[in-house]
Every structure is written in C-alpha cells, then in structure tokens.
C-alpha cells in the first residue's frame, strides 16, 4: 500500500499535522510512525504539565535560529485565531493567562487526548515503536525504513523533535543524523530554555528560594540579554523563567558568562544605599543578622552581608559608609560566573536543527526533494519559553499540510 503521507514522529506538530489533514481531505491515507510506546509523550508534560499551548503576542522578536525570517510566513498565516480554531474542533478551548495560552483544563495531558481522539475519529493510522531509521527515494515515491517494517509514501514529513526533553520522552537527533549523512545542511545544536550551572558556593546556601530580580546575562563582561521574574536558587546553580530565557545564548556563545541579579530593579544604587542608611537609622539596635529580615528574603540578606565581610553579629548601628555601598552593590549586581547548563535532558528546546535554507519557507518543503516536509523542532527555528515553540509546532505543521493538499494530492 502506498500512504498518500507518512509522518515520522506522533509529538505535537506530527499529530497537529495529521489530524489538519485528515479534517480537510478525509479520503487521503495518513500515517504516523511513531518510535515511543505512546504518542505525545513530550506535549504530556509541557508547561509544567498544563501546557501553555500558544501566546496572543506572537512576534518575530520571540524566535531564534540562523534565518529566523523563515518561520514568519507560517506564524502571521497560520496565527492564533487560526490555532485556537483549530483546536476548538477537536474541543479544546484556550484561555490566557497576561499573553500565555493554555488550554482551558490546563491539562497538557488532555491536549495529548483530544489530538489522540482526533486522530483515530478521522482515521488516521498510527504505528507505535516505529523508530525510523531511513528513508529513500524509490521510483518517486519516498521508501521509510522503519526497525520493524518499511512503509511506501508519496510525501513524507519529518515531525521527529530534536534533543530536548532526553530519552525518557523519546527524544533523540536520530532523524536529524539521518537526513544530514543524506546531504541535508544542519546547524550545530545546543539546549535552549534550561536551567544554568553556576559557581554554586552561593546558590546551594540559598536553594529552594524565590525572588524576582532583573536578570542580565553578561558575556565577556558585557551585557547581552535582560529578563524581569522570578528566580530560583538551585543546588547546581540558578533556574527560573528569566534564566531559562537567557540560556540559549549561553549554550551558544563559546564565550565566559555570568549572571548579575538586580534585586531591585526599579531603583537606582544611591537610592539603595539611601534605603539601606534609612533602615541603619531606624533599626540601630538590631543585630546584623536580622537586618534585612522584611524587607528581603532573610536568608539572601544574611548571605549577601557575609559575602560583604559584615559579621552577622555586630551591631546595625555600626555599619560605615563603604560598607553601605558594598552592600547596595551587592543589592544591584548580585553576580554568579555561569559553567554550562544542565544539558539537553532538561531543556525545553533545542537550539539548531536541520538549516532552513534547504525548505520552503511558504511550504516547509524540501528544495532538493519534492514531497519531503519538515516540521517543528527539527528545523532550525526555536522560541523563547512562553508558548513560542509549540506555536511553532503548530503553524509550521499547518503550512506543510496544506501545501501537500494543494499542490501535490
Ligand atoms: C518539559 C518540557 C516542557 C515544555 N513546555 C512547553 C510549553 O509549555 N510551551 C511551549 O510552547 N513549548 C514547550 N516545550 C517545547 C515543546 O514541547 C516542543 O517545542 C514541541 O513538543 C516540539 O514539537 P515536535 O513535534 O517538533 O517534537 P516532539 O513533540 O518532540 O515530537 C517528536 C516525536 O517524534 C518521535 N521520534 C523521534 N525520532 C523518531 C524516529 N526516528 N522515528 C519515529 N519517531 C521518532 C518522538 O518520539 C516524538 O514523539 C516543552 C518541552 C519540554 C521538554
């Protein structure tokens, strides 16, 4: 038998993309193949496990790779009242919390479900611990070698995922090794949306704490990105929203970076050693150790006076003047040298992937080979953490389905 579309990988845009063209085109034949025991493994626990499936600000500012003007046509055509239409259908309703979407169970587990549900209510075919391992080209038609059996295709679509997540979600660069010994171009792949090492003297003093801070990533001395929320101390070194964001560019640039906490970024320093001679005024006859106590997290308090040589049991009103600066600057410019990351298992995405240069970015076609698409992670194209990449998954498995019924089925 020779499907009309087979689809490598059962995650978020290889369902998305076979469940979009089985509602528009019924007859046609779709296959997933599908390595893992289930499909969905890695949707299932997106967002903390209720899935923070899409953002009302999409914009190119939010993507990254090495042409990431690539993956604007998808994203302005098949935007969010497009997506959120589309999961209406097989009823899931978003809802949003400031710009993030999610569904309205906030049950990425149920996502999983209703694209599940979809998927065998249209008919698609979905084959289980399938893992490809070739695909060639046999009397214009597409061959798929899978470990178990080979399957016959008019078009094939490559929605295998890349590295983030580890094998415990199924996630390896096996397609992505495949069609680079194949001739595909690939660009150099690194996690992106994870947690940093750090120097961890500090940060497992203060694990398991919360704060928000303005985060800064500094790369050779120099600021390079800034983010505002709410940071986590960790054993190993910092997480959080803000870190993850900035920690694509620290996979990335090869160079020394380091972190710098303002913790309190809405004032400048001299007001901060103000606020600090204010509270030495008021608080004369406490000891150091409870000095910051109400004001900021008592424990970051304590480390930053010792981290300044202030020894916690001296008297507040014996506080000097450079030791008033020393601690503003500490306030300011909390600082943490950054070592790597905690590696692709962890991360959220992955960084590179298959160069866009060789698809169509009005298609997500191949240039060298008609009727092969690829989707979602597996291009060079990756979001910032907040919804960004499974629109991505989205938008681009929309483009490659619709291409294939417009042009070639
Ligand atoms: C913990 C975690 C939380 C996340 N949270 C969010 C979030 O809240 N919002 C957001 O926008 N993004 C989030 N992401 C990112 C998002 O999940 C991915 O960007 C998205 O799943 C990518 O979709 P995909 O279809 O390209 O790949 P995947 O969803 O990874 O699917 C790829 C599928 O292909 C299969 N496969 C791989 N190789 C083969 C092969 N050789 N043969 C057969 N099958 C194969 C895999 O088993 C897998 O099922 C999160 C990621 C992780 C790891």
Known sequence: MINDVVIIGGGASGLCCAV???QK???????????????????SLTGNGRCNITNRNIQLSSFHGADKTFCETALRKYD?????????????????????GYPASF????????MR??????????????????IQVSKGKYKVIASNMNFLAENVVVAAGLLSGGDRLGCDASMLNLLKKSGF????????????????????QLKGIKVNAEVTLMISGKPERQEYGEVLFCDYGLSGPPVLQISREVSRTGKKCAVRLDLFPDISFQEVCELI??????????NFDEFFTGMIHKRIGQVILKLCGIPLNCKVKDLDGTSVKKIAAMLKEFEFEVTGTTGFSNSQVTAGGLATCGFDKNTMESLDNKGLYAVGEILDIDGDCGGFNLQWAWSSAFCAADSIIGDRL
């Open 20 to 22: 979009y063209l089985k």
């Open 107 to 114: 049950q990425a587990a149920s996502v999983v479900d209703c």
């Open 25 to 43: 085109r019924p007859e046609i034949s779709v296959r997933i193949l599908e390595g893992s025991q289930r499909v969905g493994k890695k949707l």
């Open 80 to 100: 969010l009242s497009f997506t959120e239409s589309f999961f209406r259908s097989i009823g899931v309703p978003f809802v949003f919390e400031d710009n993030k």
């Open 185 to 204: 171009k690939t660009i150099m792949t690194t996690p992106a949306i994870v947690q940093l090492k750090t120097d961890n003297t500090v940060t497992k």
């Open 277 to 286: 001679e204010k509270r030495k005024t008021d608080l004369y006859y406490r």
């Open 117 to 134: 549900f979809a998927a065998e209510e249209l008919g698609v075919i979905v084959n289980l611990e399938t893992k490809v391992t070739g």
